[in-house]
């Protein structure tokens, strides 16, 4: 059972699709964006909902809903990735959708912008579930996807594994002579089935460059700096390895469970062995005692990494925090009343569009290198992947400095001002 919705204007609620709305509106307003090509860039391209059946290990059949919304297309084939959340519904995929098209624009790549998900908890079901869930969600999307029209990836709650499964199921409802070109339709996929090396750190790669530049830019020195990581999946990891190879010290972390704090240092590999053989949670490490979540951001730290879930800063809590820096591992992690609130304070926020591009990157790499038959070693990948956040870094800088605007508003009006001399150039048809 499928339900298509195509280009449907609805007004904004509150939350991350109200947050992304008026960022968008603020940038737009400031490079007085035409107005014909603000119409087409305020809704998505399409939308579709589906629902659909799944046998559980018990015998029983459940019904799921799955949502995946494609905002924009203009500068290639739609990008971005599937969450397993119970959040996910439509507005959510909707903003997740249209941060992606500005991430990808702002980036530089022949990208557009899509988001999708299904609406369910992981961890309620089994291996063999998710399997037979993850393959009959491909199944019910169709060609809907495809690796020259809309190019799915890891997020929330998916992994290297999830993309197999779904390669595998699209592969499948191919011809034999067609198969061998689709292994593009993914990315984020185990190295033995086209993945890249490198992919699996790209994101938490990019967080920790972007920090890096940013400590350049103020000639500091990342060595002693404390940060906090909310996350401790991919991204949060990976960024928090990184910086720890600089010198950087992880005093805190905050997940799904709860959250741990030790102001002398958490070692982030004992802390990523122990959440491996403790079922993904932190709790109960002994490198570190609990806390309260509620007082986590307001933690004493030089920089703060949200890199869980959106909205995850607010009013309620802006005020509180003490770090000199914000890296939006996440996306849409900060909303838009409290990040007034953190500028103001002369807190400097890195963007969610700039700071975790690197996934996005990564992806497009593998998905070159399936186009073309290519295998990139990890040095490789790594250095060009440092090469175009640090191109992206410093253009949004200087862009925040010419415009006289805080960074975010910065990467926006650079994304939008692509997009726009794409449609002056192409028209719009008829």
Known sequence: MTTTITSEKKQPKQGMLDNVMRQFNNAADIIELNKNIRKILEVTN??????????????????FTGYRVQHNNALGPYKGGLRYHPTVDID????LAMWMTWKTSLAGLPYGGAKGGIQLDPTKYSQDELQRITRRFTYALGDNIGPELDIPAPDVNTNAQTMAWILD???????????????????????????SEG???????????TIKFWAESKNTDLKGKKFIVQGFGNVGYWAAYFLEREGAVLTAVQDAYGSIHNDQGISTENLMAYTKA????????????????GDFFSLDCDICIPAALGNQITVKNAHTIKAGLIAEGANGPTDVQAEEILLQRGVDIIPDILCNSGGVIGSYFEWLQNR???????????????KKMRESYFKVAQ??????????TAAFIIAIERLEETYVQRGIFP
């Open 169 to 195: 199921t699209y592969m499948s409802t191919k011809s034999p002579n067609e198969r061998s070109k689709n292994l593009h339709v993914v990315t984020g996929k185990p190295i033995g089935a086209g993945g």
């Open 399 to 408: 862009k925040a400095k010419s415009k006289k605007v805080d960074m975010r």
């Open 92 to 95: 959510a995929a909707r903003a």
């Open 199 to 209: 992919r699996d750190r790209a994101t938490g790669y990019g967080v920790y460059l």
């Open 372 to 386: 073309n038959g290519e295998i990139w070693t990890l040095e490789e990948v790594l250095d060009k992947l440092e």
């Open 46 to 63: 399409s939308e579709f909902i589906v629902h659909f059946p799944v046998r559980m290990d018990n015998g029983e059949v459940e019904i």
């Open 278 to 293: 403790n079922k993904g949670s932190i709790l109960g490490f002994a490198g570190a005692s609990p806390m309260d979540n």
